[in-house]
């Protein structure tokens, strides 16, 4: 194995480390909730067993809270399970659009933490072949670098569209500009995932080719 080849390797260990701690991090908050709100239903009922009435809304309230965070669980998990899985094959047939929707939701705590506000646009299935973990990787980094560039409380915008037989995945709302180390990244990452990054300041646009 080249020089070349283990950083790559351990970039790529890097993200899969970096994705893992924030699900498990989004999954201790789920179960923080839940605990939380268990601890109160069983407060409720040592009161109740002691002759208190008990508000049959406010439990019904408890129940749906518990229940809408075992459904963002679920939600996480299931993310979890798509990506870790994404390094099974080294080139298949993806959606492009899927990709993008998952890459954005295993990286909302970073958007949060970065006062970024991401939305994906509707789009079509768009479908090609890649090498999936190597694209998401990319699809990763460039929101980054696009959050960075829109900077606190602004917004960006994803788009996935096919262009004659291209791919496109296409960012918009770059307000600073795009450094030199980041844009080499990039490239490097680019190239890993057989696909092109282009950065456009005068129409606040970093666009992915594949």
Not at 101 to 114: E, H, M
Not at 128 to 135: E, H, I, N, Q, V
Not at 192 to 200: E, F, I
Request: negative net charge.
């Amino acid at each position: 194995m080249g020089s070349s080849d283990t950083v790559q390797g351990r970039d790529g260990l890097c993200f899969f480390g970096k994705v893992s701690a924030t699900i498990s991090h989004d999954v201790k908050n789920v179960l923080a909730i839940i605990n939380e709100e268990a601890g109160l239903l069983q407060d409720l009922s040592l009161m109740a067993g002691q002759g208190m009435e008990l508000d049959p809304e406010r439990l019904v309230k408890l129940a749906v809270k518990i229940q809408n965070q075992v459904k963002r669980g679920d939600t996480i998990i299931k993310n979890m399970n798509k990506f870790a899985h994404s390094v099974d094959i080294a080139k298949c047939e993806v959606d492009f659009y899927d990709m993008t929707s998952l890459v954005i939701a295993l990286f909302t705590r970073v958007a949060s933490a970065k006062c970024v506000t991401v939305i994906l646009k509707e789009g079509e299935i768009v479908t090609g072949k890649c090498d999936p973990f190597s694209a998401e990787m990319l699809i990763a980094r460039c929101l980054e670098v696009s959050m960075d560039s829109a900077g606190k409380n602004h917004e960006i915008s994803v788009e996935v569209f096919s262009k004659n037989s291209e791919r496109v995945i296409s960012v918009h709302g770059l307000r600073l500009e795009v450094s030199e180390n980041d844009l080499q990244a990039l490239e490097a990452l680019s190239k890993n995932a057989g696909a092109t990054v282009s950065v456009v300041p005068h129409d606040s646009l970093l666009e992915i080719i594949f």
